[in-house]
């Protein structure tokens, strides 16, 4: 049963294997070509991320990514390949851990679900998504070794030992000793065990991690353009249950209408859950927000899955808390009804990883355009830059180092607004200039423009940007834009397809 477990889990975000780099890919290409050995990623605080993109402590995700280079060079397939390894394995973790606390049929329904989650497309499907990947693994593993019939020093310093690795390759890892306590009340303690060492003892090693991160980084690290404000926080515990429940396809944001399914969903789970309280059930249901605390200042983007990587070790406890109500239904019609959702389930899994496959070739194609236009020396301005296509990454982050891989010199760049492609479609995009206003942009719903939804300009690399007054739109969408690039050079638009030259 494990097997034929990972092998459903990395089947349906297969299409995925073929697709290229996009966005933060860039940055950690950089990363681990230029890593000079592997104890420099314990102590240098340049090896991540930097600047508006975060500034963290993974070295073990580095290791984990230069091994991945250095054996297989940089080929998007051998990562791609790599990251479905790591699910296969998170997804029989997730079955063996349900096993121990609901049973051989909870769990088989548990890890299927998790195997086949349509959120899971941002840490599968995206290279970089493998920080969350080798972290959950590694938490995972720490939290199996507790219930190891071994020796409790052995069983204890194994579980300490993996919870450090796992917050060393993302801070995730960090709420473990609360998600130990959870699994520690789902079941009654054992002879011989104690209820709580084993919460004291992952949380003794992550004080050691939390010690050498602080040294390192010099402070914290994290995000710095996501701040812990109470709009955030408010955003996040609306936006990750409702994306729990809701496959990206549905786009809710731009048909608030369907808000209704999520909505109903949330509510007879917490009217199913009331009426017939299982323990494991609310052990699972604890554990989604408790693994969502570390991320409460950055909101999941419902209009482009952006965030949805977070979602994946809180996904586990989703699976937990399915696997417990579902697992001991006994009708046929009920299990008919199970099968039945986890097919469709499957089916948006494939349809999520195409995208990412087409999200690589894109962005693929527009660094060798704008390879091509910068050539001459001079600096390019795009007035409008692929963020997105439907639920992957393009670009944002890594641009410059994307342009800079395609043509084999750096280019000065600038670019305005952000451009959510749901279908390439050349001539999707223009933009005209309008005089001292600068240049109003216009699009169709197959690349409309996108906008943080607490509004006003905006800012990019050497163009401010906001909505046109009155445009048609959607929240956090629309269909008209307004750009101000500063400093001269040459102009290019992307216009649902390519980059063209404006006024071509």
Request: glycine content about 12%; proline content about 7%.
């Amino acid at each position: 049963m494990p097997a034929v477990l990972a092998g459903v889990a990395a089947l349906v975000w297969l299409p995925a294997i073929a697709g290229g780099f996009v966005a933060d890919d860039f940055a950690m290409l950089r990363t681990v070509e230029a890593l000079p050995g592997p104890l420099d990623a314990f102590v240098r605080d340049d090896l991540g991320q930097s600047g508006g993109e975060g500034h963290f402590y993974r070295p073990l995700w580095v290791l984990w990514s230069a091994a991945i280079e250095r054996l297989f060079g940089a080929a998007p397939s051998a990562f791609h390949a790599g990251n479905l390894l790591l699910f296969g394995v998170a997804t029989v973790q997730v079955w063996a851990l349900a096993r121990r606390l609901v049973g051989d049929p909870g769990a088989l329904v548990g890890a299927a679900a998790f195997a086949l989650y349509p959120r899971h497309g941002e840490s599968v499907a995206w290279v970089s998504g493998s920080t969350d990947l080798v972290a959950t693994v590694l938490a995972l593993g720490a939290l199996l070794c507790l219930g190891m019939p071994w020796r409790p020093p052995k069983r204890l310093m194994g579980a300490a030992l993996l919870a450090a690795a796992a917050a060393l390759a993302k801070e995730a890892a960090f709420v473990l000793p609360a998600l130990a306590l959870l699994l520690a009340f789902a079941q009654p303690p054992e002879p011989g065990r104690g209820r709580f060492a084993g919460a004291a003892a992952i949380a003794g090693a992550l004080l050691v991690v939390l010690a050498v991160r602080t040294a390192v980084l010099g402070g914290l690290g994290g995000y710095g353009e996501d701040p812990l404000t109470a709009g955030n926080v408010v955003a996040a515990l609306a936006s990750y249950p409702l994306a729990a429940v809701t496959p990206h396809q549905l786009e809710v944001l731009r048909h608030p209408a369907l808000l209704a399914l999520p909505l109903a969903a949330l509510l007879a789970l917490a009217v199913g859950t009331a009426r017939r309280p299982r323990p494991v059930v609310l052990v699972g249901l604890a554990w989604f927000p408790v693994a969502l605390l570390p991320v409460l200042g950055q909101p999941l983007d419902l209009n482009t899955a952006t965030g949805e990587r977070l979602l994946f070790l809180p996904s586990v406890g989703l699976a937990l808390a399915l696997g417990a109500a579902v697992g001991e239904l006994q009708l046929p019609r009920s299990r008919a009804v199970a099968v039945a959702a986890l097919s469709l389930a499957g089916v948006l899994c494939v349809l999520a990883a195409r995208n990412w496959h087409t999200a690589g070739e894109l962005a693929e194609r527009v660094s060798a355009q704008a390879a091509g236009l910068g050539a001459e020396g001079r600096p390019l301005t795009l007035l409008s830059i692929p963020e997105g296509y439907r639920n992957a990454h393009v670009f944002g982050n890594g641009f410059d180092l994307a342009v800079e891989r395609a043509g084999g010199r750096r280019v000065t760049l600038r670019w305005c607004v952000p451009v959510q492609v749901r279908d390439e479609r050349a001539g999707a995009v223009v933009f005209r200039g309008s005089g001292g206003r600068g240049f109003m942009g216009a699009s169709d719903w197959s690349a409309p423009f996108d906008f943080p939804l607490s509004g006003g300009p905006q800012r990019g690399p050497g163009c401010t940007y906001a909505e046109a007054p009155g445009a048609n739109g959607a929240i956090g969408l629309s269909l008209g834009a307004v750009a101000r690039p500063e400093g001269a050079g040459r102009l290019a638009v992307f216009d649902g397809r390519d980059l063209v030259p404006l006024g071509r």
